[in-house]
């Protein structure tokens, strides 16, 4: 079982750089958009490889986690020639994000959230650690209180998630995992005081009712 925890690591932290890449390259609308696509593949990984069953309500709630996801990101998405490779980058991380999540679900029936958590943070740590030797930013207590506060809600959200996935199917807890952008629209509003459009608040309408959706089956 330790190799398939170094694998839910590895494809986690794959798909983060890929995010990464695909936000500099694209954007951080046209990113975001392709990447919360995951949901979509881990179904497909969890259905086809691991037992889960897929049905009309599975379907119907990637369509339409799929529609709020671009009601609330595609109009604020810079889609141009020069997208192209960031755009490829965060399919691609929407890929790997789905086969991690759907490992972690397998990994759930015998592991504990706390290991697998773990083994996340340790193997993103090593790999991406050689980046330091490119340089530091210039630190301040802003940049260091940004980081503090990325890190400690990244640690508790992929804890949380874990420990969801040993009670709920993988792609019940991947549409419920994609709706972190419809939190992410609240906190902009509620912190910074962004203003949400209409077409937010009906894609997290939408969201919010794909997860519902895939409750409800038996």
């Known amino acids: 079982n330790m190799q398939r925890v170094f694998l839910r690591a ?6 983060i750089l890929f995010y990464y890449k695909g936000i500099q390259d694209a954007g951080a609308g046209f990113a975001t958009l392709l990447q919360c696509t995951y949901p979509v593949f881990t179904a497909l990984f969890a259905t086809t490889l691991m037992g889960e069953k ?6 119907g709630a990637l369509g339409l986690n799929l529609t709020g996801v671009f009601i609330v990101l595609g109009p604020s998405a810079d889609v141009s020639p020069a997208t192209i490779i960031g755009g490829l980058c965060a399919f691609g991380a929407a890929v790997f ?40 930013p210039a630190l301040s ?3 260091l209180l940004a980081l503090t506060s990325v890190v ?21 807890g991947s549409l419920a995992a994609a709706t ?6 609240g906190l902009e509003a509620v912190l910074l005081g962004a203003r949400l459009s209409p077409h937010t608040l ?5 969201m919010i009712g794909a997860v519902a959706l895939a409750v409800s089956r038996s």
Not at 10 to 15: D, E, I, N, P, Q
Not at 54 to 59: E, H, I, N, P
Not at 113 to 132: D, H, K, N, R
């Open 180 to 185: 972190s952008v419809v939190t992410a629209a």
């Open 202 to 206: 009906v894609g997290a309408c939408l």
């Open 54 to 59: 897929f049905d009309a309500r599975l379907a």
């Open 10 to 15: 590895l494809l986690g932290v794959v798909s």
């Open 97 to 136: 994000a789905g086969g991690a999540v759907a490992t972690a679900r397998q990994l759930r029936i015998s592991e504990s959230a706390y290991l697998i958590t773990t083994y996340f943070m340790a193997v993103g740590t090593v790999l991406t650690a050689p980046s330091l030797l490119v340089g530091l």
């Open 141 to 143: 207590h802003g940049l």
């Open 152 to 172: 400690l809600t990244s640690v508790v959200g992929q804890m949380l998630l874990h420990q969801g996935l040993g009670f709920a199917p993988a792609s019940q």
